[in-house]
């Protein structure tokens, strides 16, 4: 191979942008410990299945503002009570696994070439990429549930209904009335589920280096190799959306939240990419990339997940530009 002086007329260097698509990208989830349930607050009268607060007629006992979401199991018309549930955490453990993509993504790389041998050359790149990751789990979990049960006096007061069984009341302070103040409180922990999502949200920033071979194969087609070390940047939250529904009553409570972190990844690529010379220094490529990055970890208060990116695939095309 003859080095390529650094004055010389011929083209040494290269520059292609494009988009990429991320293949057998995996993660993993694991929920396990005691956690708190953010949807309820029965110290401000919001329940897992109704509300009680102060209405606007400024009377400490009694109040008009309350709702309750079914008739039947929480009204209790011999003891003219009514019955609210505040869940407060849950303990569950489970873990589930899932494929991920494609995801759709961005990439750049500039190189220069320093030895050429007739159609061949030989050189080094870098590159940048940017890719986008969404995997969510939907597994249903096992959990015991820590419910505490408000029972309130509504002697003297006609409960309605509406044609789902709920009623809800606005502060206006006109009744029906029932006492402000829960009369019995009790805990229980029973049996339950817990439905919705956990998904990873993150961004996968990658910077890949090494020698590149280049080689014409025609006067219109070429191709080029590639390999080297590689480093990523994976950056975004972990969220939750998930709904305790207890076993014995049937009550539902909200709990969701995120949190962040960043962590890196290293490995190594292999590439190949096909070239077409359209016009005099511009070229549309397509390529197909390897890149084993290893695994990030998210891990907090007992909500933990793995992104495995060990046997990752890109394929990419684009526009190049030798000159």
């Not at 870098?126 to 979990?141: A, C, E, N, Q, R």
């Not at 820590?146 to 606005?170: C, E, M």
């Not at 009550?251 to 016009?279: A, E, I, P, Q, R």
Request: glycine share 14%.
């Amino acid at each position: 191979f003859i080095w390529i002086p650094a004055d010389t007329d011929d083209w040494t260097r290269h520059f292609h942008i494009g988009a990429v698509v991320g293949f057998n990208i995996h993660a993993s989830f694991n929920e396990s410990g005691l956690f708190s349930i953010s949807g309820s607050d029965p110290a401000n009268g919001i329940f897992d299945d109704g509300y009680v607060h102060p209405d606007q007629s400024g009377d400490p006992t009694y109040t008009s503002y309350f709702g309750f979401n079914n008739y039947s199991s929480q009204y209790n018309a011999a003891n003219q009570t009514l019955t609210m549930h505040g869940s407060t955490s849950f303990a569950a453990t489970g873990s589930s696994q899932h494929d991920g993509g494609p995801f759709p993504g961005f990439d750049m790389v500039y190189g220069d070439n320093l030895w050429y041998w007739k159609h061949a050359r030989v050189g080094w790149e870098l590159g940048f990429g940017l890719l986008p990751i969404t995997i969510k789990d939907t597994s249903p979990l096992s959990a015991m549930v820590n419910q505490s049960i408000y029972t309130f006096d509504t002697t003297g007061a006609v409960l309605l209904h509406n044609a789902q069984g709920g009623y809800n009341a606005g502060s206006s302070g006109q009744g029906p009335f029932i006492n402000e103040t829960p009369a019995v409180s009790s805990s229980q922990s029973v049996s339950g589920t817990v439905t919705g999502s956990r998904t990873l949200d993150v961004m996968l920033y990658t910077i890949k280096f090494g020698p590149s071979f280049y080689w014409d194969i025609t006067e219109k087609f070429g191709m080029s190799l590639g390999a080297g070390p590689a480093l990523g940047l994976v950056t975004g939250d972990y969220k939750y959306d998930e709904t305790i529904t207890t076993t014995a009553n049937g009550v539902s409570s909200h709990s969701s939240g995120k949190y962040g972190t960043t962590d890196f990844v290293y490995g190594g690529y292999v590439n190949g990419t096909v070239l077409w010379h359209v016009l005099n220094n511009a070229d549309i490529y397509l390529g197909a990339q390897y890149m084993p990055l290893g695994s990030a970890n998210f891990s907090n208060g007992g909500r933990a997940a793995k992104l495995d990116l060990s046997g990752q695939v890109y394929i990419s095309a684009g526009i190049s530009w030798p000159f």
